[in-house]
Each structure stands twice: as structure tokens, then as C-alpha cells.
């Protein structure tokens, strides 16, 4: 990764866990300045501090819900108030759903993982552009393979899938059309910002995280999970969430639009 981070400032959502807080220790370790956003207070000064240790001068812990247009538009504040600039802004907050449509108890229970995957991009981005555009800055998504693939019961989530065996048992439609709804945004931004702002949009496939874990999903309550697949996810192959975060800013050190790697769609072939 051979962007010069020193002195640069980077906003990550969902730095409390997983690729969020892996990224933002990828980012300490170049240097940047960091404000670290997710809604758990304890999560985030812990990551805090590890990245101070691994060589970020100034990092800012700030809990805000990204679901929530005002609480996006004060961490774009604060930023600016604090760093007086912004050079990456890293949209990585998102919850899980494991089920199928048909199976939800209400449909009404599907709408927050748009509410979070999608609407908590938007909002942060629409806030940051302007100083984004000022230092010629970057934009990085974190979408999903799923948003490319099509598993049935990820629908709201992200899109389809080609193989057999997943039509048989993955339940993500609901998280697929969210995922799949941030791909079709930001290729559209892109062309709207170029060439002052940057996009790299990252399509992982299936990583060691809480969200395959299915932590937050009863943690959230939000959605009802199959546990029988989330059982089997957890089996497979997973790429660790730090090989996750170093791949993603590989590609955004090169400066590229898509980041996806063929070992992000194994764990598919697997099921
Ligand atoms: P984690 O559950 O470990 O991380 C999710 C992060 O998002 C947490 O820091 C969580 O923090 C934060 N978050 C969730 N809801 C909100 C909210 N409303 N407001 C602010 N922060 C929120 O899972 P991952 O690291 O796997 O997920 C990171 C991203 O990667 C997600 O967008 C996910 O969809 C995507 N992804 C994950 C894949 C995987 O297999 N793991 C595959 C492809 C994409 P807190 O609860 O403290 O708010």
C-alpha cells in the first residue's frame, strides 16, 4: 500500500469491530489521523488506543449512529472542527441479516439494514464532499460480493447467485438489495465527483467477523436468523479481517475503482 498517509485525515465508520477496526489500524501504521465512528463506546476507545500505538498521531473516537442523518452530519463536523481537513472518508458500518423473505416474521424488520448499509454511506458522504473535494480526497465503500453474486436471502442486503447449492440455503436477499443499491450509487458519484474525488468500491466475500458470526444480528434484534446457515458459514474458509482491510487498501493505494478478489468468492463455491 504506498499512499503517504502522514499528516492526511481519515474518517472510518465501523471501527469498532472487524474490517473497520482493521482498516483503521492499517491507517495508524501509515501515519493518518483518524475518527473512528460506530455506536459502541468502550469498543471504539479500545481501538482507539491500538491505534495510537501503531503510530497515529490523533485519533478521534465518536460514537454516532450512521443510520441517522443528523448524527453523520455532526461527525463530518467535528472532523473539520478538529482536523480542519479530510482526506479518506471510509464508509464500512453495516449489519447482517440471515433469512428469507418469505421467512421474516415481519417485512417491516428488513428495513433498517437498508437504513445502516445504505442510507449510513450516503448520509456521511453527502457531509464530507465538500472537504473531500478540497484536498482531493477519497471515498471507500464497503459493499459485498453479494451485491455481484445473487444469493437468495440476502435480498435486502445486496442481489442473486448462480450456484445451486446457495439457492438451497443462503438466506441474505434482504441484505443483497442494500449492498447491491451502494454499487449503482457510488458508480453513478463517481462519475458526478471526477476527477476531484476518488471511489473505490471493496465487494468482499465472506469474512471472520461478528457479522459471520452473527453477533449483531441478535444483538440487534433486527432481523431473524437462520441459524442453521449461519452455522454453516461460520465453517467455511474465511479470510481474516485484517487480510480483508490490507487487500481493500492495496487496491486504494493503486488508485483502483473495484477491489474484489478471487478467494472472496470461494467461500460460495464451498456452501
Ligand atoms: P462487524 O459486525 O465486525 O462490524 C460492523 C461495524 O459496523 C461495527 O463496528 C459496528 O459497530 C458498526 N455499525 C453497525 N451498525 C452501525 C450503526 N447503525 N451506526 C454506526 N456503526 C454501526 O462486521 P464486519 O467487519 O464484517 O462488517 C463491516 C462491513 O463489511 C459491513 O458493511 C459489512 O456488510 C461488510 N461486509 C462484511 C463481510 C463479511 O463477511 N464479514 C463481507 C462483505 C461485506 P457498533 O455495533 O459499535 O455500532
Known amino acids: 500500500w504506498n499512499e503517504n498517509m502522514e499528516g492526511k485525515v481519515v474518517i ?42 501503531l503510530g497515529s498521531p490523533d485519533v478521534v473516537p465518536i460514537c454516532a449512529d450512521v443510520s441517522n442523518v443528523n448524527d453523520c452530519k455532526r461527525f463530518v463536523d467535528e472532523t473539520i472542527n478538529h482536523f480542519g481537513r479530510l482526506d479518506h472518508l471510509v464508509n464500512n458500518a453495516g449489519i447482517g441479516s440471515i433469512c428469507s423473505v418469505e421467512d421474516a416474521d415481519d417485512i417491516k424488520k428488513f428495513v433498517p439494514v437498508m437504513d445502516v448499509n445504505f442510507w449510513g454511506c450516503v448520509y456521511p458522504t453527502y457531509y464530507a464532499i465538500p472537504y473531500l473535494k478540497k484536498t482531493r480526497g477519497k471515498i ?44 449503482s450509487f457510488y458508480e ?55 487480510a480483508c482491510a490490507k487487500a481493500v487498501l492495496d487496491a486504494v493505494g493503486r488508485g483502483e475503482r473495484n477491489v474484489t478478489e478471487p478467494k472472496w468468492y470461494k467461500a460460495f463455491v464451498l456452501l
Open 12 to 53: 472510518v465508520t465501523g471501527a469498532s469491530s472487524g474490517i473497520g477496526e482493521q482498516l483503521s489500524y492499517e491507517y495508524a501504521k501509515k501515519g493518518a489521523r483518524l475518527v473512528i465512528v460506530a455506536r459502541r463506546e468502550e469498543r471504539l476507545q479500545q481501538v482507539a488506543e491500538t491505534a495510537r500505538g
Open 140 to 183: 471507500i465503500v464497503n459493499s459485498s460480493v453479494t451485491a455481484i453474486l445473487h444469493p437468495p436471502t440476502l435480498a435486502i442486503y445486496s442481489v442473486r447467485i448462480p450456484f445451486s447449492r446457495i439457492y438451497l440455503g443462503l438466506m441474505i436477499s434482504n441484505i443483497q438489495a442494500s449492498k447491491a443499491a451502494l454499487l
Open 188 to 242: 453513478a458519484l463517481r462519475v458526478e465527483l471526477a476527477p476531484a474525488i476518488t471511489i473505490t468500491i471493496a465487494t468482499p466475500g465472506f469474512i471472520e467477523t461478528e457479522i459471520t458470526q452473527g453477533k449483531h444480528l441478535s444483538k440487534e434484534g433486527v432481523i431473524q436468523v437462520d441459524r442453521q446457515l449461519a452455522d454453516e458459514i461460520v465453517k467455511l474458509p474465511l479470510m481474516s479481517s485484517q
